[in-house]
Nanobody, 126 residues
Framework: VQLQASGGGLVQAGGSLRLSCVAS????????MGWFRQAPGKEREFVAA????????YYADSVKGRFTISRDNAKNTVYLQMNSLKPEDTAVYYC????????????????????WGQGTQVTVSN
């Protein structure tokens, strides 16, 4: 499975961006999809994840209420709608795919994901 993330850019604080992640194969709909981010000098951190059914979702506390993850299995695409962006959201954002069958904190762990996209830069200015 190859993942291609896009949609990053430069935005002012309080603005919005929508990231997209397109998978190369239809079987991507069989994976739990997640978004992670890594800021300069910091470790990669979990942002959000979504199950195959598109209903069960998980969010990091830092983005709850501001970010929304969704997926369109017909288009092999997962989205991350980011609203009310803050400077501390500045990072490279990565999408990733993990086998299903687990729940909760399992998908907060980057090591549980088998496939990763190349990342897209999000910069939020004051």
């Amino acid at each position: 499975v190859q993942l291609q993330a896009s949609g990053g850019g430069l935005v002012q604080a309080g603005g919005s961006l929508r990231l997209s992640c397109v998978a190369s194969v239809r079987t991507a709909s069989s994976y739990v999809m997640g978004w992670f981010r890594q800021a300069p000098g910091k470790e990669r951190e979990f942002v959000a994840a979504i199950h195959l059914n598109g209903i069960n979702t998980y969010y990091a506390d830092s983005v709850k209420g501001r970010f929304t993850i969704s997926r369109d299995n017909a288009k092999n695409t997962v989205y991350l709608q980011m609203n009310s962006l803050k400077p501390e959201d500045t990072a490279v954002y990565y999408c990733a795919a993990s086998p299903p069958g687990y729940s909760g904190s399992y998908y907060y762990q980057g090591g549980k994901y088998d496939y990763w996209g190349q990342g897209t830069q999000v910069t939020v200015s004051n």
